[in-house]
C-alpha cells in the first residue's frame, strides 16, 4: 500500500513569509508525528498526534510553529513568519494506534529560507 | 540536553568487514530501541528494533546488542556491503509518553567495495 507521503518535496521561501507543509498518512494509521533534521540539530520532536486526542505540541520551538491534524487524517504543519534557521528538512512519521511501535517516515519536505 | 549519544560521527568499512555503531542513553524509562536507516533524499527508514527484556536481536546481517545496567545499545552489520552505505539514527521512546522517538546524532557509514 501507499507510505507516508508530503508535499511539496521543496519549498524556497524569504525571510518573513509564512509557509504550509503537508503530510498525508498511511491509511488507517491513528498516530502521527512530526519532526524536524537540521544539520545543527539532528532529528528533532515537534509535535504529536493521537486520534482526537490533544496533539503534544511540547517539541515545538517557537509559537511560529503550529499544526493540525483535519479529521484524524491529512495534517498541516505551519511557519509562520519563517526566519533562516528554519531552514531543514520537515519529516512526518505515523504508525499505526498508540500501541504499536513502528513509525513510518514520509520523505520529508526540505525548506529553505531565503 | 542531549539524551541519545550515538558514536561514532562516521564509519568507513571494507565489503565483507563488521560496522559496529554505539549508542547511550540517559533516561531509564525509555523502553523502546528502534535503528532506523537513512538514503540521501528519503525518510529514515526502520531498520531493526529492541525492548530492554532481551540482550541481542538479530535480524539478517544486524544485530541490536543491548546493555541495560551500562544504558547502551549498538548496532552491528555482519558482512557489510556497498549498499548499506547510508546515514544510521539510534533512537528511544517511552510507550506509555506517546512514543515520541529521541534520535542519536547519526553515523555516515560508507562501505568501501
Known amino acids: 500500500g501507499a507510505g507516508v507521503s508530503q508535499s511539496p518535496s521543496n519549498k524556497v521561501t524569504e525571510k518573513g513569509k509564512d509557509v504550509e507543509l503537508r503530510c498525508d498518512p498511511i491509511?488507517?494509521?491513528?498516530?502521527l508525528y512530526w519532526y524536524r533534521q537540521s544539520l545543527g540539530q539532528g532529528l528533532e520532536f515537534l509535535i504529536y498526534?493521537?486520534?482526537?486526542?490533544?496533539?503534544?505540541k511540547s517539541g515545538l520551538p517557537s509559537d511560529r510553529f503550529s499544526a493540525e491534524r483535519t479529521g484524524g487524517s491529512v495534517s498541516t504543519l505551519t511557519i509562520q513568519r519563517t526566519q533562516q534557521e528554519d531552514s531543514a528538512v520537515y519529516l512526518c512519521?505515523?504508525?499505526?494506534?498508540?500501541?504499536?511501535?513502528?513509525?513510518?517516515f514520509g520523505p520529508g519536505t526540505r525548506l529553505t529560507v531565503l | 540536553q542531549q539524551q541519545v549519544k550515538q558514536s561514532p560521527q562516521s564509519l568507513i568499512v571494507q565489503k565483507g568487514g563488521i560496522s559496529i555503531i554505539n549508542c547511550a542513553y540517559e533516561n531509564t524509562a525509555f523502553d523502546y530501541f528502534p535503528w532506523y536507516q537513512q538514503f540521501p533524499g528519503k525518510g529514515p527508514a526502520l531498520l531493526i528494533a529492541?525492548?530492554?527484556?532481551?540482550s541481542e536481536k538479530k535480524e539478517g546481517r544486524f544485530t541490536i546488542s543491548f546493555n541495560k545496567s551500562a544504558k547502551q545499545f549498538s548496532l552491528h552489520i555482519m558482512d557489510s556491503q556497498p549498499g548499506d552505505s547510508a546515514t544510521y539514527f539510534c533512537a528511544a521512546s517511552i510507550s506509555t509518553s506517546g512514543s515520541r522517538l529521541t534520535f542519536g546524532e547519526g553515523t555516515q557509514l560508507t562501505v568501501n567495495p
Open positions: 498526534f493521537q486520534g482526537n486526542s490533544a496533539p503534544d
Open positions: 512519521a505515523t504508525k499505526d494506534g498508540p500501541s504499536t511501535d513502528t513509525q513510518y
Open positions: 491509511s488507517g494509521h491513528t498516530a
Open positions: 529492541i525492548r530492554p527484556d532481551v
